[in-house]
């Protein structure tokens, strides 16, 4: 897990490159949601009638196009890393530990006891 940066106002956190990448991996149902809110916002962009007052919404919906589209990108990168490094069994196993540690950091308890066992299995 990263470390988080406290000289700063903002979050952030350092990285290694493993952890960059595999933090850049979606599942599908996120995959999904990114891209119906990319679809939305571009969908407004294009539909929205050109006027001087419309400038400030359309800098407002290009920034969340280049946000998600910048979120899909940093995916398809991590996967393409971690097809020329580890198996698709690794990387699973490597997703389903960091899910159980947010999980323990998060709720305060291990997610492989009690009744949420099988959350992740």
Same mark, same amino acid.
């Given at each position: 897990?990263?470390?988080?940066? /406290?000289?700063?106002?903002?979050?952030?956190?350092?990285? /290694?490159?493993?952890?960059?990448?595999?933090?850049? &991996?979606?599942?599908?149902? %996120?995959?999904?949601? &990114?891209?119906?809110?990319?679809?939305?916002?571009?969908?407004?962009?294009?539909?929205?009638?050109? /006027?001087?007052?419309?400038?400030?919404? *359309?800098?407002?919906?290009?920034?969340?196009? !280049?946000?998600?589209?910048?979120?899909?990108?940093?995916?398809?990168?991590? *996967? *393409?890393?971690?097809?020329?490094?580890?198996?698709?069994?690794?990387?699973?196993? %490597?997703?389903?530990?960091?899910? !159980?540690?947010?999980? /323990?950091? &998060?709720?305060? $308890?291990? &997610?492989?006891?009690?009744?949420? $066992?099988?959350?992740?299995?």
């Amino acid at each position: 897990m990263g470390t988080l940066n /406290t000289d700063s106002p903002f979050i952030s956190y350092t990285l /290694t490159e493993e952890e960059k990448y595999l933090g850049s &991996i979606l599942q599908q149902g %996120q995959k999904e949601v &990114i891209h119906n809110l990319l679809f939305s916002a571009a969908c407004q962009k294009i539909n929205l009638p050109w /006027t001087p007052e419309n400038l400030q919404i *359309e800098a407002e919906l290009q920034g969340k196009i !280049r946000a998600y589209q910048g979120i899909l990108d940093a995916h398809a990168e991590a *996967e *393409e890393y971690f097809k020329s490094t580890i198996t698709t069994e690794e990387l699973k196993e %490597q997703q389903l530990s960091q899910l !159980r540690s947010d999980y /323990t950091n &998060i709720f305060g $308890s291990d &997610i492989g006891n009690g009744n949420h $066992s099988d959350s992740f299995n």
